[in-house]
């Protein structure tokens, strides 16, 4: 059986205890539960409109894979759900800026709601 040991940093959102994990390892793969564009410190979302709220979830997400010892680098496939598929040009144009020439498998979709009323959400599975 395999392995899973879980992902904890402080530069992250907590997780909700004992609902989830931040991520998990096991077989060399990073699995990441969603992050929505919340500070670490605050534990609130943080002000501004979808490309900033991007920005904030990949830098949560970048700070856990870290943790695992992994990178965005090594993401394999990203989720995204957003709250209103019109903001799909602009989150978008800041996803772009994180992967270089051979970005990760994705999916994109819109959902009804997201936690907290938040309207991005980004989930990601990385190599080590």
Known sequence: MATKTPVLTD??????????SQAIVCNGMVYCSGAVPMDPVTM??????????????????????EE?????DKVVKVNVFLANMDD??????VYMQYWGDVKPCRTCV???????NTDVEIECIAAL
Do not use: W
């Open 11 to 20: 530069k992250s959102p907590k997780p909700l205890p004992g609902i989830y």
């Open 44 to 65: 609130e979302l943080i002000d501004g409109d979808v490309k900033a709220h991007t920005h904030q979830c990949i830098k949560n997400l970048s700070h856990i894979l």
């Open 68 to 72: 695992a010892g992994s990178s965005l």
């Open 88 to 93: 799909f040009a602009e989150m978008n144009s």
């Open 110 to 116: 819109a959902v009804k709601t997201l936690p907290r």
